[in-house]
């Protein structure tokens, strides 16, 4: 991932999987990436937790922290 510049809009732009954002600065477009990575890591290392819990045959368990249970608290 990257950011991107258009001459044409004048503003910077990056692609986050379900389209594209549009941004006034580099800065804040560099941020909106940064954020997005951080997402894409922890929704894998949750979902490699969860197969883990769910191969010791602690499925609810791993249905749980899926459906991100420890968030409501």
């Not at 258009?6 to 503003?11: G, R």
């Not at 997005?36 to 937790?49: G, H, L, P, T, W």
Request: proline content about 0%; hydrophobic content about 40%; cysteine-free.
């Amino acid at each position: 991932m990257t950011v991107h510049f258009s001459e044409l809009e004048d503003k910077f732009w990056i692609r986050d999987g379900e389209g594209v954002l549009w941004f006034e600065s580099s800065l804040d477009a560099k941020d909106a990436l940064n954020q997005i990575k951080v997402r894409d890591v922890v929704n894998s290392e949750v979902e490699q937790i969860a197969a883990y819990f769910r191969k010791a045959g602690l499925t609810q368990i791993a249905a749980s922290i899926e459906a991100r249970d420890y968030k409501k608290g």
